[in-house]
């Protein structure tokens, strides 16, 4: 018997790995029928590279994604208000890494399958219910391909399984719907140079629209376009991670844009695909999991993307998971370690992306009062990294 981990995304292959490297037998199942990569970019800062890097992944991220090295904040004409280094450059000893998140998932399941073996990672097959059974959990498993529901024992569940978690439903009946920014966002991917520096972040604003655009390696830019469309509230439709979006939509808000260093209109116009997507999070659970089932990641913790935090926080959660579980008598007592380690200071990152979302600064006074005062809220700032004891066992 194993721990069952549903869901392979950033956050259950990482369980995996990290159970493994724990000497914890695991076994990923995963709804989708096959991994593809797909999604646009993401940063995983610091904390998380650290974590990968732990698990002998330091290499591989180096060749697939960009060492960041600074953000710059700037208005629609192009004029830099506000500069800041990044990863290294900023003094912690782990890179910042901006990276396409499906060539991460990919690297991920890679060393997956070549460490747990190749069965580890069942795809076509939707967790649909589980009971607690005794010293195990029975947890219903479907082949989507047949349709037919197989129980199976495991030691312990962990809900992996994203924002629409299937496991939190059941733990977590009357959780609220998913909460709304009002914020509408568009991404996209968009075969270009690099600007700037060639390793620079960049957040551009004209007061109505934002964009914020990275390289991600191989001359691809990842840009991400934030538009407020409606008041906070309950989301307008099923906050589908790829959903197709329309160029004719979000390209009219930055159209008389003019960066010297950056053309959005073209780069917008370029993208191989758009992908639409509100901004939306959940209010922070009281309590994740019971006995020998808890929560991970998204399923967890949804949060608004704007600190660039929700894959990085999937993969601190997974290597706290397996840090408390190697250590623990016995399974109830190491999960609820888990999340007592875990809960609080992921509810903190969910507030201070909601502050950081709210806040209209500008100028490089306020613009630095606000970045200080998120990594000092997320317990990220460079000292507390570079100091705090590994999580290997
Ligand atoms: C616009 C945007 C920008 C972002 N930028 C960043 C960033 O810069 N940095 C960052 O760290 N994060 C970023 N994020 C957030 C990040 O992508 C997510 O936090 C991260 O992917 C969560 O990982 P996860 O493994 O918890 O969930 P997911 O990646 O959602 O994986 C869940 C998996 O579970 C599977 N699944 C679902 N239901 C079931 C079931 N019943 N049974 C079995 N399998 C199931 C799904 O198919 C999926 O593969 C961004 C998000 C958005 C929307």
Redesign the pocket.
């Known amino acids: 018997m194993t721990v069952l981990i ?7 292959l990482t369980a995996a790995l990290s159970l493994h490297a724990a000497g914890v037998d695991a076994t990923v ?4 029928r096959e991994i593809r990569p797909l999604g646009v970019g ?3 800062l610091p904390h ?1 590279v650290r974590e990968l890097t732990e698990l002998g992944l330091g290499p591989a991220l180096a060749t697939t994604g960009v060492a960041t090295t600074e953000i710059v904040y700037a208005d629609h004409h192009g004029t830099v208000a506000f500069r800041e280094p990044r990863g290294v450059a900023r003094g912690y000893r782990w890179p910042q890494y901006s990276i396409h ?1 499906g060539e991460l998932q990919l690297l991920l399941l890679a060393a997956v399958r070549d460490r747990l073996g190749p069965h580890a990672v069942r795809t076509g ?3 649909t219910g589980f009971t607690p059974a005794g010293d195990t959990v029975r947890v219903q498993l479907q082949d989507r391909a047949t349709g037919t529901v197989t129980p199976t024992d495991a030691t312990a569940l962990i809900g ?7 496991v939190r439903a059941r733990l977590h009946p009357d959780d609220g719907p998913l909460l709304w920014s009002g914020v509408r ?1 568009w ?1 996209g991917t968009t075969r270009a140079a690099p600007f700037l520096t060639g390793r620079s972040m960049a957040i551009v604003r004209d007061g109505t629209a934002e964009l914020v655009a990275y390289p991600i390696g191989r001359d691809r830019i990842n840009w ?1 376009c934030q538009v407020r469309v409606a008041d906070p509230g309950p989301v307008d439709g099923a906050a589908a ?1 790829n959903r197709a979006g329309d160029l004719a939509d979000v390209l009219p808000y930055y159209a008389h844009w003019s960066l010297d260093w950056l053309d959005v209109p073209t780069m917008l116009a370029g993208a191989t695909e758009i992908l639409e ?1 509100p901004m939306v999070d959940r209010d922070p659970l009281p309590s994740w999991g019971e006995g020998r089932v808890t929560l ?4 967890a913790h949804p949060m608004y ?1 704007v600190g ?5 926080q ?1 993969i601190v959660d997974a290597r706290v998971l397996a840090f408390e579980l190697a250590a623990a008598d016995d399974i109830p007592a190491g999960l609820a370690r888990y999340e007592e380690a875990r809960r609080a200071a992921t509810a903190d990152v969910v507030h201070a992306n909601r502050t950081m979302q709210r806040s209209h600064g500008w100028g490089p006074r306020e613009l630095a009062r606000i970045t200080d005062a998120y990594r000092s809220a997320t317990g990220s700032d460079v000292e507390r990294l570079n100091n705090r004891p590994s999580y290997t066992r």
């Open positions: 549903a869901g392979a995304g950033i956050g259950g199942v995963e709804s989708a993401i940063n995983l998380a998140r097959t939707r967790l992996a399984d994203g924002i629409h978690s299937a966002m991404r991400v991670w997507y991970l990641g998204d399923a993307p660039a935090n929700g894959g990085s999937a």
